[in-house]
């Protein structure tokens, strides 16, 4: 009979900072955490993101990760991204001193999030893994609570597999380089932004109820996601995710709105005169939900 495989990661989840109190939820000071009381928050771009579709259709800049991990973890804890893309939360963790794992279907996604991963020259003794695998499996790497912030960025449903009519560019602008491009991330059956909404939706709560033993008690689980417009109706992801998370045991704390409009450049008149369709583009949600505590 041949022998179950141990995929047992070696990483560890403590913290290693010296002087934060047991019950504090992160290293932040009284005045770092005011900036993060407003639920409306912006990010920059700084050199090291990745904005080039041609390498990943979908990828958050460093600064949206980053802001979760110190929010959630202190230095050593260890942070899991189950559709981690091409590494954005793993190159926050190593830059806050944070332990990582990361997972994602497509190999050649793996291989950049290594190479950006190589890129930051460190002395922490921290670990940043990636593993190329459906989410869905996840449990077979990593232990029981040991895992203090669960982030990611999922496929927005199949939003990405369609051609690309950029409807909200401005008209001069509609016909850039992804004009009537499929974007999609892949064509494997597993990969969730090949599925409808529901199916979708079914799909991620199964991954997450299995993601949900891992974390420890009161550990965060950030989603950002948006919702899509397709043929003039709207599928409100956000609502569909709450439903399936909070059906498999985990508590919705926070909606944080993602305030998009510094990013967004050139945007069409979407919709005038006839239909009031609200932007897309300017702004996406970030779920907080926890594991809720022993009780
Ligand atoms: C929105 S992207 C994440 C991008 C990431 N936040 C970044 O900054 O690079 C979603 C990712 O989920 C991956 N994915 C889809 N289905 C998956 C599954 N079942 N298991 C693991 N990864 C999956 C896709 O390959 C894609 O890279």
């Known amino acids: 009979m041949k022998k179950e495989e141990n995929k047992k990661l070696n990483i560890q989840h403590n913290r290693i900072c010296k002087e934060c109190g047991p019950t504090h939820i992160n290293c932040l000071t009284a005045k770092e955490w005011m900036k993060s009381q407003v639920a409306l928050w912006e990010f920059f771009y700084e050199e090291r993101d990745i904005r080039d579709r041609n390498i990943h259709p979908a990828v958050f800049p460093i600064a949206l990760p ?27 963790a190593k830059d806050l001193e944070r332990n990582a794992v990361g997972f994602d279907l497509k190999k050649e996604y793996i291989a950049f999030a290594n190479k950006r991963l190589s890129k ?9 893994i990636t593993i190329c695998e459906d989410s869905i499996n996840i449990p077979d790497y ?17 939003m990405l597999n369609r051609a690309r009519l950029n409807k909200s560019l401005r008209g001069n602008q509609r016909k850039n380089g ?12 597993r990969d969730l932004g090949t599925m409808e909404s529901q199916k979708f939706a079914e799909e991620l709560g199964k991954i ?9 008690p009161k550990a965060h689980c950030i989603i950002n996601i948006t919702d899509l417009w397709w043929e003039n109706k709207r599928y409100p992801l956000h609502i569909y995710v709450t439903e399936v ?33 609200t932007l897309g583009t300017t702004f996406e949600y970030i779920l907080d939900f926890w594991r809720p505590p022993k009780r």
Do not use: M
Not at 120 to 128: A, H
Not at 183 to 189: C, D, E, L, M, V
Not at 249 to 274: K, Q, T
């Open 208 to 216: 997450y109820e299995k993601i949900l033993p891992l974390l420890k």
């Open 120 to 128: 930051i020259k460190s002395q922490n003794k921290t670990k940043q």
């Open 142 to 158: 990593l232990d029981e609570e040991t895992i203090s912030l669960c982030i990611a960025s999922p496929p927005y449903a199949n």
């Open 178 to 189: 992804q004009y009537k491009k499929i974007q999609q991330y892949s064509n494997n059956p």
């Open 66 to 92: 980053a802001k979760c991990i110190e929010l959630f973890t202190h230095k050593g804890e260890l942070v899991l991204d189950p559709f981690a893309g091409i590494g954005t939360t793993l190159v926050a």
């Open 245 to 277: 998370l909070e059906k498999v045991g985990y508590e919705l704390r926070n909606i944080i709105i993602w305030d998009r409009r510094n990013l967004v450049n050139g945007a069409g008149i979407f919709g005038w005169p006839s239909n009031y369709i």
